[in-house]
């Protein structure tokens, strides 16, 4: 099963250029990588400035089970990637990692390693939304809720008005997260309708009893959502 590695890290201001050429340029994090099989870089994101903290970039790693994390840890620990740890902590106040399992539902599940791309090949960059959500009730309720009910409800509606389309939803794996916890990947379809979510309460109608707003205070009450941008070399976007 492929594993997703989770990284938020608080790099130091000034070495926001260095910081991201050590995860891009060669003899960086993504070339490395792609020089095996056991794991790919995905994702490289930097979270949008005035939307939360500064100088917060997130990368995402997938893996390609349990046994090439062990070798992944190992090889930055003390093997050929300890010295490009120990260049890329300089750069960084600190990064919280955390394994992530998609769920049972989750449109990306196993991902095939070879074919993620692990050279740089500039594109457009993409806003993601990642909501990370801390129920009361029970994980496997509140993540059969967003499968039964939040994922068809984004589906059906149409490009043209649709504001979020959900890439992955993960839980952390045993021991390397918060717990309960879960996490939707969503790319942003349309800038309008995220303008209009930040810039407009909710209606009364889309919160009333039924809907998705109302029925969803009975699995939780307490989220968080990050504004994210793919760099333009990011290998997935």
Not at 64 to 89: F, M, N, P, Y
Not at 186 to 201: A, G, N, V, Y
Request: charged share 25%; aromatic share 10%.
């Amino acid at each position: 099963m492929t594993l997703y590695l989770h990284e938020v890290h608080r790099v130091v201001g000034r070495a926001e250029d260095e910081f991201e050429a050590a995860y891009r340029d060669p003899g960086g994090w993504m070339d490395l990588l792609g020089q095996g099989r056991d794991a790919r870089l995905l994702y490289y994101l930097n979270q949008a400035h005035g939307t939360g903290p500064s100088y917060r970039v997130v990368t995402i790693t997938a893996v390609h089970d349990g046994a090439a994390w062990e070798r992944l840890a190992r090889r930055v620990r003390d093997g050929d990637l300890a010295g490009w740890a120990a260049r890329t902590d300089a750069l960084r106040h600190d990064g919280v990692g955390k394994l992530l399992l998609p769920v049972a539902w989750s449109p990306l599940t196993d991902l095939d390693l070879d074919s993620v791309g692990a050279s740089v090949a500039d594109h457009a960059p993409t806003l993601f939304m990642e909501d990370t959500g801390w129920p009361d009730a029970p994980l496997d309720d509140y993540v059969g809720f967003w499968g039964r009910d939040y994922h068809p409800l984004l589906a059906s509606q149409p490009d043209a008005t649709r504001l979020l389309e959900i890439q992955a939803c993960w839980v952390p794996a045993h021991g390397t997260g918060r717990r309960p916890e879960a996490i939707l990947w969503q790319r942003i379809h349309s800038l309008d309708r995220l303008r209009q979510l930040l810039s407009t309460e909710v209606p009364p109608e889309h919160r009333a009893a039924g809907t998705y707003m109302a029925n969803a205070l009975t699995y939780r009450d307490q989220w968080e959502s990050r504004l994210l941008r793919t760099a333009t070399w990011s290998p997935r976007w």
